[in-house]
């Protein structure tokens, strides 16, 4: 079974993160009521917990499982703790350990290879997400699918919603490394 490489998808993000700079942390994302500082909180958060994830450890003590974003939480060394935490998320999910059994993040049991889909689709949305909220087109051609299950749709999540992906003249039909570029 083909394994796919969260790799160029958080080398993505983690760009972006380097490229927000403190006076951008109030802009609005496309994430409903979330501003940029509250969305980059739950990326930093979102990094630990798929990385615990895919390594079958629990989150550490004190961490909680399901955080709300929140700006004020951001804490100090966000822009390389994210890359970071996005390295060590990566690399935890190229063990083949990874994708077996069951994987639990945010309070959630579910087949490890689903959880893995599932850190996929929020680097990448949020990726596209910190790239609008700054007018910056996303260092990767963003392509969101759902997460499939037997052929159904995954749940719809309540909380952050990105809205749709980027398309027409924003995006390419291939995936490809463009660097971070100024929307007109």
């Given amino acids: 079974m083909s394994r796919p490489d969260l790799g160029p998808a958080a080398d993505a993000l983690s760009e972006l993160v380097a490229g927000v700079s403190d006076d951008q942390l109030e802009l609005s994302t496309p994430c409903q009521a979330t501003s ?14 798929f990385t615990c994830a895919a390594r079958k450890e629990p989150l550490p003590p004190g961490v909680d499982p399901t955080p709300r974003a ?4 951001l804490l100090p060394g966000w822009r390389s703790r994210i890359p970071t935490r996005l390295a060590e998320l990566v690399e935890a999910w190229r063990d083949p350990a990874a994708w077996e059994g069951m994987a639990t993040v945010g309070g959630v049991d579910l087949p490890a290879a689903a959880c893995r889909a599932t850190g996929l689709d929020e680097l990448v ?14 260092a990767l051609v963003l392509i969101r699918r759902p997460v499939t299950n037997a052929g159904r749709k995954a749940p719809e999540r309540s909380g952050m919603r990105s809205g749709e992906p980027p398309s027409g003249h924003e995006c390419g039909a291939v995936s490809r490394r463009a660097g971070p570029k100024r929307l007109r």
């Fill in 70 to 73: 929140d700006a004020a939480s």
């Fill in 125 to 138: 949305v949020h990726a596209w997400d910190i790239a609008r909220s700054h007018r910056t087109r996303p």
């Fill in 36 to 49: 940029l500082g509250a969305l980059l909180d739950h990326v930093d958060g979102l990094a630990l917990a």
